[in-house]
């Protein structure tokens, strides 16, 4: 069953519960939840298409909380289920006239809202659904450097094929959106592709999020549900931030990937899951094992295939042009007369060391289009220092450092530390990148075993 033809119930008011609707809503793939936070995240991650809002006369919810919350889901058909006597409110007629595909009042009419709602997910079904090309999907990962250059070639082979992928760099790097591109790129593209923030989800509740759980499992559970490992059936699961997923789960999660099976909480039948996994993380899963804190054979079972994201520090010829993409995607932000960057706003994007990566640049950046009093973003708009050009021009030179360091070790990398296939890559000579090597304190005792059998310059 596909996740448009699953539903989210909302169930906003005192002693109110969607199992008071089981019967018109046998059939069909239930989420239930009572908070809209905890609806808006389920709706995000599983793209649901049709919701049910279960209100009472004495509703506490904030309306003007509900309706930023129904501006930001407008993509769900929401189907209202509510007393009467609201109905007598100018603000709830106007709110049902604008944000919903219909309304039932209670005692709600079995027979008739199961109508509306197979007519809802019918319309959600003849929505189209986006598959973006691949150009497109690099066109998303920002940049000219070499660093990034090379990461868009090794995401095209990876998304190739189904091996597990450990994704690694450091907070703020843009860990999920190459987690996406693999997904985007690959046969799956199609299906769900689900995002699992392991850090986020309180220990006790990720056990039941991930698996699943059956009806009477615990206090609470009063009806079956899916988990989100099962929510990506015939896609991708990203499990985000996997150093910080518990020992106990980590058991669980090898036997999953061994097997291709998952127990629901409180059963005993197991259930086959086609699903692909991406883990992500900036913990050195390595160290972690050497800690006793992260499973051996599940590192080697997620480290299949590894992608490891640059930091922005080894991105310098990306900053300017990444400043200039958010921008130009934050525009309707900006105010009226703004116009761009000054020369001194990008004298200082250039020398700050960015140690908050991608996501530190796009929040500076949001910051001074709003903050920024004239037509151009100064320093200060993006709470940095101003530098003088020759300081700038310091910077730049160990940027160009660094990137000739990166590209060195990357292309001895991939010719398996062969120096003359390197110096190839390189598009210089196997004496130069030797120099190179040296200059740049790369040790070479493991390279010169090629030395003897390598072609003369």
């Known amino acids: 069953m596909t996740t448009h033809s699953a539903i989210l119930c909302v169930a906003l008011g005192k002693g109110l519960s969607c199992d008071a609707l ?18 808006e995240r389920l709706q995000l991650l599983l793209s649901v298409r049709v919701g049910v809002l279960l209100l009472d006369a004495g509703l506490s919810q904030p309306q003007a909380a509900l309706e930023a919350f129904l501006l930001r889901c407008w993509q769900v058909r929401w189907i209202v289920v509510l007393p009467p006597s609201l109905l007598a409110q100018l603000y709830w007629r106007n709110l049902l006239h604008t944000h919903c595909h219909d309304f039932h009042t209670l005692p ?17 079904a003849l929505a189209p659904r986006l598959r973006p090309d691949k150009p497109a999907l690099l066109d998303q990962m920002v940049g000219r450097s070499h660093a990034l250059t090379q990461l868009r070639g090794q995401l095209q082979r990876v998304a190739a094929v189904l091996a597990p992928v450990l994704i690694t760099g450091e907070s703020g790097t843009g860990k999920e959106l190459v987690a996406q591109a693999v997904h985007g790129l690959s046969a799956r593209r199609s299906a769900p592709f689900i995002a699992v923030n392991c850090g986020a989800m309180p220990a006790t509740l990720i ?3 991930l698996f699943g759980h059956e009806r009477g499992a615990y206090t609470g559970a009063s009806r079956e549900r899916r988990g989100l490992i099962e929510a990506a059936q015939g896609g991708t699961l990203l499990l985000d931030e996997i150093g910080d997923l518990p020992l106990e789960l980590q058991a669980n999660l090898l036997r999953f990937l061994q097997e291709k099976t998952i127990f629901r909480l409180g059963s005993t039948a197991s259930r086959q899951v086609d699903v692909r996994v991406l883990a992500a993380t900036h913990v050195d899963l390595a160290q972690a094992v050497a800690r006793g804190s992260f499973r051996e054979d599940l590192y080697y ?18 900053l300017l042009p990444l400043a200039e993409h958010f921008f130009e995607r934050y525009a ?18 250039t020398a700050h060391d960015w140690p908050g990566n991608v996501r530190e640049l796009l929040n500076r ?33 160990d940027a160009r450092v660094l990137a000739e360091r990166a590209a060195i070790a990357a292309s001895l990398l991939e010719a398996g530390s062969n120096v003359a296939q390197a110096a190839r890559r390189l598009g210089v000579s196997r004496m130069t990148l030797y120099r190179l090597l040296a200059k740049h304190g790369i040790p ?14």
């Open 207 to 209: 056990h039941a999020e």
């Open 301 to 318: 079972r997620l480290n299949v295939l590894a992608l490891e994201v640059p930091p922005l520090r080894e991105r310098r010829d990306d």
């Open 22 to 39: 089981a019967q018109a809503l046998h059939g069909h793939v239930v989420h239930q939840v009572d908070s809209l936070k905890e609806a």
């Open 444 to 457: 070479v005792r493991s390279h010169q075993r090629d030395m003897g059998r390598a072609a003369p310059d």
């Open 332 to 349: 309707s932000e900006r105010a009226s007369q703004l116009r761009g960057f000054s020369k001194a706003a990008e004298l200082a994007i």
């Open 365 to 397: 950046v949001r910051r001074a289009m709003v903050m920024a009093s004239g037509r151009l973003i100064m320093p200060a708009d993006l709470g940095l220092a101003a530098v003088t050009p020759e300081r700038a021009a310091v910077a730049l030179d």
């Open 108 to 124: 709600a009419d079995a027979a008739r809202l199961n109508q509306t709602l197979g007519h809802a997910l019918g319309l959600a």
